[in-house]
């Protein structure tokens, strides 16, 4: 990646932009404790955060140091050392179907002071975001976003659901068969070291998680601020295989009133097989004197239901669409997923930010390996195009199956770049959105192809907030 994370210059169109409104844009050096703490200020005022602790603004000095940190800047304000905007960006890799991983760039920490919105400023930095991706050489950006209606204008589209569940202690009687391996209690803290590498295995195992960055771990096992009520509440759990190799950890919370059972609070669980899947569960919901456990970000697929004798035991609070995908490049997009069988298929692409368009052929082997090829001549508004070779004619006997010519009638769907985000890991069918009416089939026969070539071997979760 050529990009210098802390030393390539603001975005020049977004610059300019605000600078014509009288503000300034600049780049936040994370080691300049003053200029980061004004800049934490407006972030945590964004998100209706108490104001700093010393503690956090340490915590956030180690998080940021990683990451594009970025504010819009009023000097005729009363505090002008405080954005009037702010937003960061960091690059890391997304998972995609087929246990791989693609370049993303996350965005987060999007916002604007009361006193200064709806004039433009989140629109300028969102953009200029998606510059900064394309520079840093990202397939595609990501968020998780507060409100469902703010950033589908800029081409993102929500990829993965999340649910949040709560299990009735007394209904919870365990079914499923005994794992090989051992669950311990353990000392979060002293997890700190094995966390990042059994989180890594779990990331590669369900399309739509980020790469963990290292202070989540700190947050997570209460080591950033150890003596706050918080942190000493964290317990932890770890599943160790049958050789005693660590496989999956989680952290919890108890709360309750006196005297009375408490709700056992799930706040992180990375498992890197299933049998550390299903013993980390079987120790969370076998705890005593609790009436329930609450989880937050869990999968829409939950096998939790098919381990328990009584599965109603899991109510379904919530589901909430949770991570959002904006396609910039859709070639390294498709291609660096798995496709859920063979076939071949053309995606006529859309984008009125103009990153994205253009018409693009996927041409999916049995194992799920495709090419993909951005056809020349394709484009937003150009006609379908004459010059690819012809669909269903899978090449495994001939070869490239260069002669032929497609046509109208060739397997293929007309869609927006949101709609690309919202099929690309598999979290919703394109027929699905066929049905809705946002995207439209050139052959009918097109939406069954596309249906199974975008399956994923696991509905997509992303089960942190960033
Ligand atoms: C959301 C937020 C960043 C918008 O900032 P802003 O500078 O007022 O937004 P802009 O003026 O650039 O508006 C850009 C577009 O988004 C729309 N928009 C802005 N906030 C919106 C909201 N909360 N809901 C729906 N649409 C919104 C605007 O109408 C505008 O639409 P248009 O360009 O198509 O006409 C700001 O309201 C904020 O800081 N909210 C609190 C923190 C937060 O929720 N951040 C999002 C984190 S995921």
Redesign the pocket.
């Known amino acids: 990646m050529s990009f210098d994370l802390h030393r390539a210059p603001a975005d020049r169109l977004a610059t300019d932009a605000l600078a014509a409104r009288g503000l300034e844009y600049r780049l936040v050096e994370p080691s300049d404790r003053a200029a980061l703490l004004g800049w934490i200020e407006a972030d945590n005022r ?2 209706h955060h108490p104001r700093p602790t010393p503690q956090q603004i340490e915590f956030e000095q180690r998080t940021f140091r990683d990451r594009r940190v970025e504010g819009v800047y009023d000097r005729a304000s009363a505090t002008p050392g405080i954005p009037v ?1 702010t937003v960061s960006g960091w690059p890391t890799g997304l998972s995609v179907p087929g246990g791989r991983s693609i370049d993303a760039w996350a965005v987060s920490s ?3 002071a009361p006193t ?9 930095l969102m953009e200029a975001q998606l510059r900064s991706a394309i520079e840093a050489g990202a397939a595609v950006a990501v ?5 469902a ?2 950033y589908g ?1 800029f081409g993102y589209a929500p990829a993965t659901r999340a649910a949040s569940i709560r299990i009735d202690r007394r209904r919870a009687h365990w079914s499923g068969a005994d794992v090989p391996g051992r669950v311990h209690a353990v000392d979060p803290a002293a997890l700190i070291d094995q966390a990042p590498a059994i989180a890594r295995r779990a990331v590669a195992r369900t399309p739509g998680e980020i790469d963990r960055w290292p202070s989540l771990f700190e947050r997570v096992l209460g080591t950033a601020d150890p003596d706050s009520e918080h942190s000493r509440g964290v317990r932890a759990l770890r599943y160790d295989d049958e050789r005693g190799q660590a496989q999956g950890f989680a952290t919890y919370r108890v709360t309750r009133e006196p005297d009375r059972p408490g709700t056992l609070h799930v706040s992180f669980l990375a498992a890197a097989t299933d049998d550390a899947e299903r013993g980390l569960w079987r120790a969370l919901v076998e705890h005593d004197f609790i009436s329930a456990v609450q989880a937050h970000l869990r999968s829409v697929e939950e096998p939790l239901p098919w381990l328990l004798e009584d599965p109603r035991a899991v109510e379904v609070d919530a589901i909430a669409d949770h991570l959002w995908v904006r396609v910039l490049d859709p070639v390294a997009a498709l291609a660096g997923r798995r496709f859920g069988g063979a076939g071949t298929l053309t995606l006529e692409v859309t984008d009125p930010l103009g990153h994205a368009a253009g018409t693009y052929e996927i041409d999916a082997s049995a194992d799920g390996r495709a090419e993909v090829r951005r056809v020349e001549g394709g484009g937003a508004d150009a006609p379908w195009p004459a010059d690819v070779p012809a669909v269903g004619s899978r090449r495994a006997a001939s070869g490239r199956d260069g002669g032929s010519r497609r046509s109208r009638q060739s397997n293929g769907l007309a869609l927006g770049v949101q709609e690309l985000g919202a099929i690309l890991l598999g979290g919703v069918r394109p027929s699905t959105l066929g049905r809705a009416g946002r995207i439209a089939e050139h052959s009918r026969g097109s939406f069954a192809i596309a249906d199974r070539l975008f399956a994923a071997e696991r509905e997509p979760l992303l089960s942190i907030w960033f």
């Open positions: 964004g998100f905007a999007v916002t604007v200064h919105r709806r004039r433009g400023i989140a629109r300028a968020l998780t976003a507060t409100e209606t703010i204008r």
